[in-house]
């Protein structure tokens, strides 16, 4: 419904929502400064005085009528202030389209919330042990999963009626513009682009890995190098990125979510399955000095707090959906992102102690659970299971550079209908989308070290997902003072921040204690 905003000035905006009732202009209202729930919930705003014309007339028995829904963004609310963020939602890909439901936001939230990056959780349990390995994984579970809920509940405004359709828009309402581009764009421009550099890393390696698996000892043809791995999956993804909105590629969302279960669940499986290696160690692993020690463990919470991402997509996931007063979007999203972490949950907690339990202390640091599994296992498994395992990690990948590339998109064509003040044409879309894939290849061969220095920029994006939500939800819902919603979100978000400061110092500390091996171009 956000779609019906025409863009030819204040007074046509005004009147754009025939479905309201009218009885009176609209400028000299004043705007509503709360509603309650129950009555943002309700089918009619009767209670308001501004439905009647100065709060004076009270026979107003057609409004009264349960079948009457003011859209999200009607002209009771801020309609003049609509104006200035809405008209150009119908040209971009993220609200392009808003005919979304509970299953396409379980099936985007699922593909965005898994992914490589939980095979290396049994690596955090090598310092922290059993006890305190569980423990920070269930702790870090819950707190992001009630960042998620924050999220979706402040998605749209119930003052003012504007939905905050991407990340970015609810940062600057919620800091201001220039501290929001301080503070957040960085961070979110990294978990986009610097994920869809990632991925092309993986996608390209685990190709060349899947090709030698399935061609076998006695191959004969001259393989691939690692570059042109990468090119030819690089080229896969930018031909499927060609798909025009968010919604239209829920089909793709399903591919990755099940082929990353998939994965997850037969890693963790076969690991298991193959029994505990001979000679296995669950002693944590402890450094020499003191502060090697510190930082030791701080490394290990950082592999836990960034095995959990996507909350940068959860806003953007929502605003393909419809909403108006009666059904606001909250209520089927909430109800998909609970399906996908329960699938979330059912995939890594496996992972971590069905891992930990089968590899110990001699899990490889670096490739987690893939590595373990073909460095160990490589002779025991029939080559069609870890073909399988390999190829599941590549089709994740490619469908996961769709959901990730999204954001960069629609900011990329924004640029252009800000200024245009008209859709982008189609062969501007296949441009941008295919410039924006080659330049992530681009920088994956130029900058094959950024996986080394991920560490330290994950510490940097980290409030992202556990810090920033608790301070929007502050600014918008404006809860009670000293009240316990006030107190536990001032604490989680001080807590994420400092969190994120100390992660940041540690990853600067390994990063010039071990020594990164500068390459550029060496893949």
């Known amino acids: 419904m956000g779609d019906h905003h025409p863009a030819h000035g204040?007074?046509?905006?005004?009147?754009?929502?025939?479905?309201?009732?009218r009885p009176m202009s609209?400028?000299?209202?004043?705007?509503?400064?709360?509603?309650?729930?129950?009555?943002?919930?309700?089918?009619?705003?009767?209670?308001?005085?501004?439905?009647?014309?100065?709060?004076?007339?009270?026979?107003?028995?057609?409004i009264r009528t349960p079948r009457f829904i003011t859209p999200l963004g009607s002209p009771l609310r801020k309609a003049i202030k609509l104006t200035k963020l809405d008209p150009q939602d119908a040209w971009l890909p993220i609200t392009e389209s808003r005919n979304g439901?509970?299953?396409?936001?379980?099936?985007?939230?699922?593909?965005?919330?898994?992914?490589?990056?939980?095979?290396?959780?049994?690596?955090?349990?090598?310092?922290?042990?059993?006890?305190?390995g569980v423990i920070g994984l269930t702790l870090a579970f819950i707190w992001q999963l009630y960042t998620l809920y924050l999220l979706v509940h402040i998605h749209e405004s119930t003052e003012d009626g504007i939905r905050y359709s991407r990340y970015m828009q609810l940062a600057s309402a919620t800091f201001g513009d220039r501290l929001?581009?301080?503070?957040?764009?960085?961070?979110?421009?990294?978990?986009?682009?610097?994920?869809?550099?990632?991925?092309?890393?993986?996608?390209?390696?685990?190709s060349k890995m899947f090709y030698e698996t399935i061609c076998g000892a006695g191959c004969t043809s001259k393989p691939l190098t690692t570059v042109e791995w990468y090119l030819v999956f690089t080229c896969v993804a930018v031909l499927l990125s060609q798909l025009p909105n968010l919604n239209s590629i829920a089909g793709v969302s399903l591919v990755g979510s099940l082929t990353a279960v998939g994965y997850c669940t037969a890693i963790w499986a076969v690991s298991v399955a193959e029994g505990r290696l001979p000679n296995v160690n669950y002693n944590p692993v402890r450094s020499k000095t003191e502060i090697s020690k510190i930082f030791d463990v701080l490394n290990a919470l950082g592999i836990i707090a960034f095995a959990f991402r996507g909350h940068n997509l959860i806003l953007e996931i929502q605003a393909t959906m419809p909403s108006s007063e009666k059904h606001p979007s909250s209520i089927p999203m909430w109800r998909g992102v609970k399906v996908a972490y329960t699938l979330v949950a059912m995939c890594l907690f496996p992972l971590a102690i069905g891992g930990y339990w089968a590899y110990g202390g001699m899990i490889p640091p670096n490739g987690g659970m893939l590595a373990a599994l073909l460095g160990?296992?490589?002779?025991?498994?029939?080559?069609?299971?870890?073909?399988?395992?390999?190829?599941?990690?590549?089709?994740n990948a490619i469908c996961s550079f769709q959901l990730y590339g999204m954001p960069m998109f629609d900011d990329m064509e924004s640029a252009y209908t800000t200024r245009c003040k008209k859709p982008a044409p189609w062969w501007l879309r296949v441009i941008i989308r295919a410039m924006f894939g080659f330049g992530c290849f681009f920088v994956a061969v130029a900058i094959p070290f950024l996986g080394s220095v991920a560490g330290l920029v994950g510490g940097i994006s980290l409030p992202v997902t556990l810090a920033y939500p608790c301070f929007m939800w502050l600014k918008?819902?404006?809860?009670?003072?000293?009240?316990?919603?006030?107190?536990?979100?001032?604490?989680?978000?001080?807590?994420?921040?400092?969190?994120?400061?100390?992660?940041?110092?540690?990853?600067?500390?390994?990063?010039?204690?071990?020594?990164?091996?500068?390459?550029?171009?060496?893949?």
Not at 31 to 47: A, E, G, Y
Not at 376 to 393: K, N, T, W
């Open 476 to 523: 918008m819902k404006k809860p009670k003072t000293y009240s316990p919603s006030w107190w536990i979100n001032w604490f989680l978000g001080l807590l994420g921040m400092g969190l994120s400061a100390i992660l940041t110092a540690a990853g600067l500390y390994v990063v010039i204690d071990t020594g990164v091996k500068v390459s550029f171009f060496k893949p």
């Open 101 to 132: 439901n509970a299953y396409y936001a379980a099936y985007h939230t699922l593909c965005s919330g898994i992914g490589i990056q939980a095979l290396v959780l049994p690596v955090a349990f090598t310092i922290l042990g059993w006890a305190w």
């Open 10 to 21: 204040e007074t046509e905006s005004v009147n754009s929502a025939p479905i309201t009732p």
């Open 26 to 62: 609209v400028a000299p209202t004043p705007p509503i400064v709360s509603l309650p729930p129950s009555q943002f919930h309700s089918p009619s705003l009767t209670r308001s005085p501004l439905l009647t014309p100065g709060g004076t007339n009270r026979k107003t028995p057609r």
């Open 376 to 395: 160990f296992h490589s002779r025991d498994v029939a080559r069609s299971v870890l073909g399988l395992i390999s190829f599941f990690v590549i089709i």
């Open 180 to 206: 929001a581009k301080f503070l957040a764009s960085f961070p979110i421009m990294y978990l986009s682009g610097g994920t869809c550099v990632a991925l092309i890393v993986i996608g390209g390696a685990t």
